[in-house]
Every structure is written in C-alpha cells, then in structure tokens.
C-alpha cells in the first residue's frame, strides 16, 4: 500500500475544491486512492517515511524555520513529536524548509529540495537511539548554475547486503544465524545487521525477512 499526504489551501478549502487534506492510501494495483479517516488530525506532512525497525511512519511538519519531527504508527495515526528541528541543523540557511524524509540505520535523513535561489543545506541526521543530531552530511553539490534536486527521499539497502544477515556465510539465512544472533544480542559485532551499533531487534527484522537461500 502507498501512503499520501494531500495539502489543500485554505482557498481550495473554502470553495470546496481539490482532495481534501490528509493523508490517503493509494493501492498500487488498482490507483485507487482513499483517505484516511483515523489519520484526519494530522498536520500537513512535509515528508515522510515509514521505518520497519520500530513500525512508525517519520514526517517532517512545521513551517519554514519552525519544523519538527513527528512519528506514528499505521493504526492509531496518533502524532507524537520526536525532536524540534534546531537551527543548527539548516546551517546558517533560512527560507528552505526540509522536504525529504528517509529512515535508516537507526537514523532519520532530511532533505531539501536545492536551487541557486537558496544554497545548499547539509543533509540533516536524527541519531534516533540518542534522540540527537549527528553532524550534517555535506551538501549535496550542484553540478552546473540552475540546476537543482527535488526534496524527495528515500533509504535503500545495497543489493550486495540483501544476504548479510547469512552470518555463518552458508549460502543460507536459517537457525544457525538466528542463534548466532540471539547469542549476541545486545552487544556489537557480526550480527549487527543493520550497523546500528547493537543487536536488538533491527537485526532480528533484517534476518527474517531474509529468511532462507541467499540470491
């Protein structure tokens, strides 16, 4: 299932025109899009991800030099605040309101949409284990005046780490790696699937979804 958040102007509102704001599933076989009623209290989300170590969706809220993380969960869609975005974090940058949401690695990514209007603002990173910001990720570069990148964003696992949780490296995610990794949990080490600096649940999730003969 998609998720997407719908902003309808005040005007649009008052007139009664456009999609009302919320947020909507969207089902990829059929393109039918239904609005959410449990999530209608929702602010408008400037981004969003959803991560599947934790089970909540991460969005970005908030006006221009005002913004917040939130998180929740696809059942309730209760809002809870996760972090104000300090100033720190937009590096001297105003006007540009971060855009671009992506989860993982334990941690939270910002983007923002780039054009020569505004310069660049470093990538910004929630350490969700901490609940603070590690330094930026440097800006992206523009290659060439007038070009920019949209906000959007989005967390990817290399195909080449699709078998890391075959800890024993059998050619197979079974048993074997599964007590491996309880025997480790909570400390570092080989079974510390998703980096995150301990073996907890994260890696759990990582070996069972790869559950199996490795690709």
Not at 98 to 115: H, S, Y
Request: charged content about 15%.
């Amino acid at each position: 299932m998609l998720y997407a958040s719908v902003f309808r102007s005040t005007a649009d509102e008052t007139n009664g025109r456009g999609l009302p704001r919320g947020l909507w599933t969207i089902d990829p076989q059929t393109a039918v899009a239904t609005v959410i009623p449990a999530a209608a209290a929702l602010p408008v989300l400037k981004g969003m991800d959803y991560n599947p170590d934790d089970g909540f969706m991460y969005a970005v809220i908030g006006p221009n030099g005002a913004q917040s993380i939130i998180r929740f969960d696809l059942k309730s869609f209760d809002p809870t605040v996760v972090v104000v975005i300090p100033p720190s974090v937009y590096a001297g940058v105003t006007g540009v309101p971060f855009d671009g949401v992506a989860v993982g690695e334990g941690k939270v990514f910002l983007t923002t949409g780039l054009n020569t209007l505004y310069g660049n603002i470093p990538i910004g990173v929630l350490n969700l284990v901490t609940g603070t910001f590690e330094t930026g990720l440097p800006a992206p570069r523009k290659v060439a005046e007038n070009s920019y990148y949209a906000g959007g964003a989005t967390y990817f696992r290399p195909f080449e780490l699709v078998c890391a949780a075959d800890i024993n490296n059998d050619g197979m995610v079974s048993g074997d790696d599964l007590a491996t990794l309880i025997s480790g949990w909570g400390a570092s080490g080989s079974a510390d699937l998703d980096a995150s600096g301990v073996v907890d649940a994260g890696d759990l999730t990582v070996l069972l979804s790869a559950w199996g003969a490795c690709p």
